[in-house]
C-alpha cells in the first residue's frame, strides 16, 4: 500500500494526506473570518506575514464589490471569541494595517470533507 501511495505521489494523483480534526470537541469555538483593506501594492507582503501566524487556518485574497472594499481574508478559530480578536490586533500591528472587520461564525449548518 505504502509503494502504490507513493507511486502516486510521484505522479501527481496525490498532493498530501491530512486529518480533519473535529475543532468544536476541542473546545475550539470560535471562528472568526477577519476581513482586511489592504492597498493592493501591499497584497503579497501582507498577506505573506498574516499566513504565517499559527492562529491563522486561511489566507486569501479576493476583489472588492461594489460598497464592500476589504481584499484580504483570514480565518482564525479559537476557544474564545476575545482570542480571535487578540489575534486580529496583533496582525493588525505587525502588518501596520488598520482597516479590518472580525466577523464571526453565528451557527455551522454542514461541515464534509470533499467528495469525488
Known sequence: MIER???????????RFSATIGHRAL????????????PEEEVARVGEIMASFEEVTHCYERTPRGQWPYNLYTVVHSPS?????KVAAEISRKVEISDFQVLFSEREF??????I
Open 5 to 15: 501511495l507513493q507511486r502516486l505521489i510521484e505522479v501527481g494523483a496525490i498532493r
Open 27 to 38: 473546545g475550539i469555538v470560535a471562528n472568526a473570518m477577519i476581513v482586511w483593506r489592504v
Open 81 to 85: 471569541r476575545e482570542e480571535c480578536r
Open 110 to 115: 454542514k461541515k464534509t470533507g470533499a467528495r
